[in-house]
Structures are given as C-alpha cells and as structure tokens.
C-alpha cells in the first residue's frame, strides 16, 4: 500500500510538472493579449492617469467600461517584463459573501462563481477560454472578496477592487491599508448601484462617498467619473441608464 502511494505521488508530480511545462509553453509562444484602445474621452483619462502612475478610482455609470479598462491595463503591466508588478489581486464586493454560508460548497467554489465576469474579460482579451485559468495557475491572477483581506500585504501588485459601492466604509479602509512596496491600487464602483439595501444585515451602509472624499486629498489618486454618457456596453443599457437617472432626479 505505502508502495503503490509513493507511486501516485510520484505521477501526481509527474502531472503536474508537465502541465507546468504547457503553461510556460502557452505563456511563451502563443499566450498573448488583444491590444485595445479607449472608447469614450473618460476612458482615454482612464488609461492616460493609470499610465501616469496614479492610483485610480474609476466611479460612474454600469457599462462605462471601467472594469475592463482596469483588467487590461492591469494585465499590460503584468504580462511586461520589468514592470515590477508580479501579478493582479481582484478583490470584489463581501456582500455576497456575507450569504455565502448559505451556499453550498467549499470558500473556493462559493468565490469561483463572483470570478466568472473577470474570466470573461480575460477571455475576451486573450481571445481564449482558458486564459484566466492559466494565469491564475501561474499565480498572475488571484481573486478573493472583501471578507478575507485583514491581515494580509500586496507588495509587487495591482489591485483591483471591484464593485466597492457595496462596500462599508471599514471594508474598504481595511483593503487600502492592506497595500505594500511596488504596488499601485484601482477601485471601481458606482455610487448609483448598492447592493447593501439588500443586505440581510441592515445596519451595513456604503462607505463609498466617505471613503471618495478621504482620498480625494491624496495627491497619489485621481477619480475619473463616467457618466451614462460613456456607456458603451449597449443601447438599451444606456436607454435604461438615463430613464432611472431621469427617475432619480425627479
């Protein structure tokens, strides 16, 4: 028996250092990323601040494009040798995870599901369906939520913080100190879009405008602010977009 487990493990090693091998193969020869350009004068601000080096705050309307333009500019650093950047951290949004004891499945199977839209955007960039996986293994991708950051230190990163209008103020607090050496940090939300008012814990409220005003006053962040005027993600989103601000505004 112990015979035929050193066996297993020696072919579970075997395995595994092959498919280490594909990967350094994929990532060499044929792994690479569509180049893109900005769609509206706001995302050329995007890309122009982010390349100035600023930390960012992308706030604004749902289908501006403001994830996607972090992902990319993002993964140009990353995939650039000597950039300094080792890999991207997306953090999203604990509000789901504040039901995820309600689910069924191990923490890594309830989080696989908030990671599908940053596989997409991958796969659309890469033009392939495996491309977040493989970066993830390769450990240039890690995604976590909001509840599992205390304690830990970002050094040779770029964060990523996603949806953090449904984030308290201490969330996001406790994300921001947790940046190290060499990294540089993008947040993206919309002050529109809340998904704690439906948070079984009602005493939850969004930290986002007090937390945009507190880094308003570092010189090392600029806040680009889309409006439903640079959606670019459809005509009825946009169409939809401007009837609840009309809504809203009345």
């Given amino acids: 028996m112990a015979a035929k487990q050193r066996r297993l493990s020696r072919r579970e090693k075997q395995r595994a250092?092959?498919?280490q091998e594909h990967m350094v193969t994929i990532l060499n020869n044929n792994f690479g990323m569509r180049t893109i350009r900005p769609l509206t004068p706001t995302q050329g601000d995007m890309f122009d601040s982010y390349k100035e080096g600023y930390n960012l705050a992308a706030i604004g309307s749902?289908?501006?494009?403001k994830t996607m333009c972090a992902m990319y500019l993002a993964l140009n650093d990353v995939m650039k040798k000597g950039a300094g950047f080792e890999k991207i951290i997306i953090i999203r949004s604990a509000?789901?995870?504040r039901e995820q004891g309600f689910m069924p499945g191990s923490k890594q199977e309830k989080e696989a599901?908030?990671?599908?839209?940053?596989?997409?955007?991958?796969?659309?960039?890469?033009g392939r369906g495996d491309a977040y996986q493989i970066l993830v293994q390769k450990g240039m991708i890690e995604f976590m939520t909001s509840s599992f950051v205390r304690?830990?230190?970002?050094?040779?990163?770029?964060?990523i913080v996603d949806e953090c209008q449904s984030m308290t103020y201490h969330e996001l607090d406790t994300i921001i100190t947790r940046v190290g050496e060499s990294s540089k940090i993008v947040f993206c939300g919309d002050t529109?879009?809340?998904d704690l008012n439906i948070s079984r814990n009602k005493a939850d409220v969004s930290g986002l405008r007090d937390f945009l005003r507190v880094i308003s006053n570092i010189n090392s962040f600029e806040t680009i602010k889309f409006t439903s005027e640079d959606i670019?993600?459809?005509g009825l989103v946009k169409e939809y977009?401007?009837?609840?601000?009309?809504?809203?505004a009345a």
């Fill in 17 to 19: 250092e092959r498919d």
């Fill in 62 to 65: 749902a289908g501006t494009g």
């Fill in 95 to 97: 509000v789901q995870t």
């Fill in 113 to 126: 599901l908030y990671s599908v839209p940053y596989s997409d955007i991958v796969a659309d960039l890469f």
């Fill in 151 to 159: 304690g830990l230190t970002f050094d040779n990163a770029i964060i």
């Fill in 192 to 194: 529109m879009q809340d």
């Fill in 232 to 234: 670019v993600r459809s």
């Fill in 241 to 248: 977009i401007l009837a609840k601000e009309a809504l809203v």
